[in-house]
T-cell receptor
Framework: KAGVTQTPRYLIKTRGQQVTLSCSPI?????VSWYQQTPGQGLQFLFE???????NKGNFPGRFSGRQFSNSRSEMNVSTLELGDSALYLC???????????????????FGPGTRLTVL | AQTVTQSQPEMSVQEAETVTLSCTYD???????LFWYKQPPSRQMILVIR??????QNATENRFSVNFQKAAKSFSLKISDSQLGDTAMYFC?????????????FGTGTKLQVIP
């Protein structure tokens, strides 16, 4: 199976602009999560989508939003970009909806290569 | 809220030697997963190994094995016969196994350098 793909790989924007990042999960995976990675804050959870619904959200301002399509592909949008939004944005997909470890389902997240966003 | 702590920001090991990376976590959950991910300089995050909390047996994947101590909330990664390709950032991660949603909490990472 093809892995998680993210487009674009690199992006340069200026403050105040908005940006849309795309993530295509592994075929058959229905859950997509987004993370922001910066040297100072490390890996921080943004949100998770399953069946076109946002099920969980991290502690990010409302400028960060996302959506998921019926084919499980997901997009993340950041509006009114700030310098501090410069980061590597990682998308991860998983097979099952996280019904519990005891059910033995594979909730493992597989990551894409990321989109490097630079805000000038 | 869950927390994951990696107390070793950087480590180095000679090629072919063994190294252990430490990870502790805090949670009130009883069902959960623990992971070690590797992020080489190319930046692609790769799953190294996974442990289900309900399993007492420590997970192993070739040269990688874990020491899972549930009562102590400790989850260390042992890399045997270290290779140059093991040079990377290693992240310990926690995911609750219930609740019907996925949210992974990562540690701050350990930068491992394998020295020829």
């Amino acid at each position: 199976k093809a892995g998680v793909t993210q487009t674009p790989r690199y992006l340069i924007k200026t403050r105040g602009q908005q940006v849309t990042l795309s993530c295509s999960p592994i075929s058959g995976h229905r859950s997509v999560s987004w993370y922001q990675q910066t040297p100072g804050q490390g890996l921080q959870f943004l949100f998770e989508y399953f069946s076109e619904t946002q099920r969980n959200k991290g502690n990010f301002p409302g400028r960060f939003s996302g959506r998921q399509f019926s084919n499980s592909r997901s997009e993340m949008n950041v509006s009114t970009l700030e310098l501090g939004d410069s980061a590597l944005y990682l998308c991860a997909s998983s097979e099952s909806p996280g019904q519990g470890a005891l059910r033995g389902q594979t909730d493992t997240q597989y990551f894409g290569p990321g989109t490097r966003l630079t805000v000038l | 809220a869950q927390t994951v702590t990696q107390s070793q920001p950087e480590m180095s090991v000679q090629e072919a030697e063994t190294v252990t990376l430490s990870c502790t976590y805090d949670t009130s959950e009883n069902n959960y997963y623990l992971f070690w991910y590797k992020q080489p300089p190319s930046r692609q995050m790769i799953l190294v190994i996974r442990q289900e909390a309900y399993k007492q047996q420590n997970a192993t994947e070739n040269r990688f094995s874990v020491n899972f101590q549930k009562a102590a909330k400790s989850f260390s990664l042992k890399i045997s016969d270290s290779q140059l390709g093991d040079t990377a950032m290693y992240f310990c991660a926690f995911m609750a196994g219930s609740g019907g949603y996925q949210k992974v909490t990562f540690g701050t990472g350990t930068k491992l350098q394998v020295i020829p």
